[in-house]
């Protein structure tokens, strides 16, 4: 499980508050999970997060005491851009990332719990359906959703991405999926205590692209 | 035609070298074509050509005597990749950057002779997918084909695309297309040399992504 035990994410404190530079550090090992996904039509996906992360990293960068909680860059950059906000600075690189990382977490965690199509054992279009209906569709126009469609064709069957996720190691499917349970842990606490922040501090938009 | 009038490419010299500086900066001014066709849908293909040009931009600065002709560009890294070479370096995006460029170039054709589907004047799919079919298609493999087929819904009316190419001025359609023709005349050459030159230095690919 190289790709994803690894480099879990780090246990939230009480506050529930997300340190900025644990945070970039664990979430860059994830763009790679595109990668498993075997296409490369899969790549523009991998380079929306990769701007995502980009631009977190240069507003920490700018400034890593003043930035150094989740938490403080919603905050500060509330008033740095006024109207503007939240459609702007790392507020809106992070509000699409969480939907990304929400993504993941909904595809692992489905594949997890044995979610399967009974028919088709051996692929994982509905899980990756699932994750996409729950973490992004609604934010998707109805020809970003066809594309969608079109690309789910090129998802990996069951076993292949399962081996692509465990690169490196040999590993049993169910130590694979004991290994994906256990780097959810920390996972949706982080990605759900982001959200909670979002709907705290009124951040979260809903438009669609 | 402020986008592409302005910004015209050179007229070719009868060796029909291409003169790399000449090139890209003219190629440059391409990418916010894909603006032009109004939706993010979109992005994906304007960074692909993007990453393609800063490619042999970077090549080209790191000695720009030896690379002065896209020519010499082949002939050099010829010589440093072996065997790994056309698949390789600012050789492999100059031959993907020649196909969107074709695609471009096909594209502009089709409008400046006024083909249209007769039932649906005020479409540019009939276009597009001219273009599409001659320049992209074998290079694609179903599903990305089928991606196409989803984003080609998000093409623009040919009034707004049109008016989008005149970016700035107040022109008349027959204006606009006038200044199309102008514009095909350099880029036109300008593409038939890049690929009769990959033809003649057998550098030319024919897998599909
Ligand atoms: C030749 C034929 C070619 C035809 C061309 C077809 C092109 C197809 C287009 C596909 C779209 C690629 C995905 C990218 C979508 C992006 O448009 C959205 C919004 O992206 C955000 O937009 C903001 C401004 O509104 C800022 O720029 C954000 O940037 S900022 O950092 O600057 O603030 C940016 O992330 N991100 C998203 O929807 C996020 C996507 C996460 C995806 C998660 C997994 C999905 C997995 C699916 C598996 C089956
Ligand atoms: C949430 C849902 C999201 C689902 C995700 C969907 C994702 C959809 C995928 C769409 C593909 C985007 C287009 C990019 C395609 C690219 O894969 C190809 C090959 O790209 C080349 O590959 C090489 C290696 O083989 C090198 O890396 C080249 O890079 S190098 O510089 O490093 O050498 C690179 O350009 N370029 C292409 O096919 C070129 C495309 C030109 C397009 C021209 C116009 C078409 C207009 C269409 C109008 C309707």
């Known amino acids: ?38 296409s490369k039509v899969f790549a523009p996906i991998k380079a929306d997060i990769n701007g995502n992360i980009t631009k977190i990293r240069a507003v920490y960068d700018s400034d890593p005491a003043k930035y150094e909680t989740l938490q403080k860059i919603l905050e500060v950059e509330k008033g740095i851009y006024g109207s503007e906000w939240p459609k702007a600075g790392a507020t809106l690189a992070l509000m699409w990332l969480k939907r990304g990382l929400r993504f993941i977490q909904i595809l ?13 054992p051996n692929l994982i279009r509905v899980n990756i359906t699932k994750a996409y209906d729950q973490a992004l569709k609604r934010y998707h126009g109805w020809i970003v959703q066809k594309v969608f469609k079109a690309a789910l064709l090129a998802a990996p069957y069951r076993s292949d991405f399962l081996k692509a996720l465990s690169k490196g190691q040999e590993v049993t499917e169910e130590d ?34």
Chains 1, 2 share one sequence.
């Open 1 to 38: 499980m190289a790709l994803l035990l690894d480099n879990q994410f780090a246990q939230l404190p009480n506050t529930n508050e997300v340190t900025t530079k644990e945070f970039l550090d664990s979430v860059s090992y994830l763009p790679p999970f595109f990668d498993c996904l075997g």
């Open 108 to 120: 692992l965690q489905s594949l997890a719990d044995g979610e399967r199509d009974e028919n088709n």
């Open 176 to 209: 694979c999926l004991a290994n994906i349970r256990q780097f959810l842990v920390n996972f949706t606490a982080t990605v759900d205590a982001i959200y909670a922040m979002y709907t705290v501090m009124n951040a979260e938009l809903d438009y669609s692209v």
